[in-house]
């Protein structure tokens, strides 16, 4: 475990389960058909990694980068595309992968363009859902895990950019938020 954790709250080994379950479901929702699944940056991106590998239907994977604006441990759902996807919405089959859900703000904008641009369908997949923190009705098609309403890293989740690359979820030592004045 990294030094800078106090907790492990999701293991490694619970995350590849889930990813297995979870795209086990898909590959059955998908078949037949050819999915754009669209990953936000940066966050989504180990989940999206592990979880495609597990669904067996075509798919085309495309990314957003969005940047909102509030302070480093919260969204104000006031959103700005930083990179909009290279492929064409109209029609599609979206599978909208993300690392979490709080306020649900971010994923209410996405799924109001994904309208506006005309998808076929919409589906939102999450590897966590924190729903005490929900700000608007929205609610995830499948989410792998319940987690409390406390800040998290790693599988892709950071604080200043440190621990996406940690395999599993962790709460931080209480130190680490006050130590470091980057
Ligand atoms: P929402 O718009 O649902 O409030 O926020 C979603 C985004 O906020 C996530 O994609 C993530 O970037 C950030 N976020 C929300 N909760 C956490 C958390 O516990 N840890 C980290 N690292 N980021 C979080």
């Given at each position: 475990m990294h030094s800078d954790i106090q907790d492990v709250l999701i293991s490694t080994e619970d995350i590849q389960a889930k990813c297995r379950e979870l795209g086990a479901q898909l590959t059955d929702e998908y078949e037949g058909k050819f999915p754009l699944a669209v990953g936000v940056l940066k966050g989504a991106l180990p989940f999206m990694s592990d979880l495609l590998r597990n669904i067996h239907t075509h798919l085309e994977m495309d990314f957003m980068d969005i940047s909102s604006y509030g302070n480093e441990m919260r969204s104000s759902g006031e959103v700005k595309i930083e990179k909009d996807l290279?492929?064409?919405?109209?029609?599609r089959d979206i599978l909208i992968v993300e690392d979490i859900i709080d306020s649900g703000l971010t994923l209410s904008y996405l799924m109001d363009l994904f309208k506006y641009r005309k998808a076929n369908s919409i589906k939102l997949v999450t590897l966590?859902?924190?729903?005490?923190?929900?700000?608007?009705?929205i609610k995830a098609d499948m989410a792998g895990f319940e987690v409390p309403n406390e800040f998290v890293v790693g599988y892709g989740l950071d604080y200043q950019e440190r621990y996406?690359?940690?395999?599993y979820i962790g709460i931080l030592k209480p130190e680490v938020y006050g130590g470091n004045d980057e």
């Open positions: 290279d492929t064409k919405v109209e029609g966590l859902d924190k729903p005490e923190g929900r700000t608007v009705d996406r690359n940690l395999s």
